[in-house]
């Protein structure tokens, strides 16, 4: 299952990604961007190359990089769902999911080619339109 947060608006194509994911067999895989506000997004702490926990919106970030909300799960989420709590916000997290299957050892990741945009305020859709609508974007302006 792939999973897409609906303000996303990305450049590139996740094909790669997904074709990736398909041969782990079980398992998860994110999409991750390096970012010039990481404390805005949910921060995967990376050790050896290897995702060993994420933090959502951390005041003191562990990496330059953001999960920009494509997520790549096996049928086993389900049964993670139903362990879920709701957090502080009365939520269920998605990064939570995640956690899970750090957790297990089974999460894999990939840096997304191209640019990456989270349109989910308003002056992130003005900027995103705008930057769609020039024919792309430089990293200053995400």
Known sequence: MVVILGDNVVEGNIGRAVKD???QKEGAKILLKEVP???RFGVPEIVDGKIVAIQE???TPKSRYAVIGIY???GKVFDIIKTLKPSGRGELEIT???NAYIQEGKMTHDVLEGWWSDAGTFESLLRTS???AKGGANKRDL
Do not use: E
Request: no cysteine; charged share 40%; aromatic share 12%.
């Open 37 to 39: 506000d990481p404390q």
């Open 96 to 98: 939570d999911v995640s």
């Open 72 to 74: 790549m799960y096996d």
């Open 57 to 59: 919106k951390p005041k």
């Open 21 to 23: 994911f398909r041969k």
């Open 130 to 132: 705008n930057m769609v």
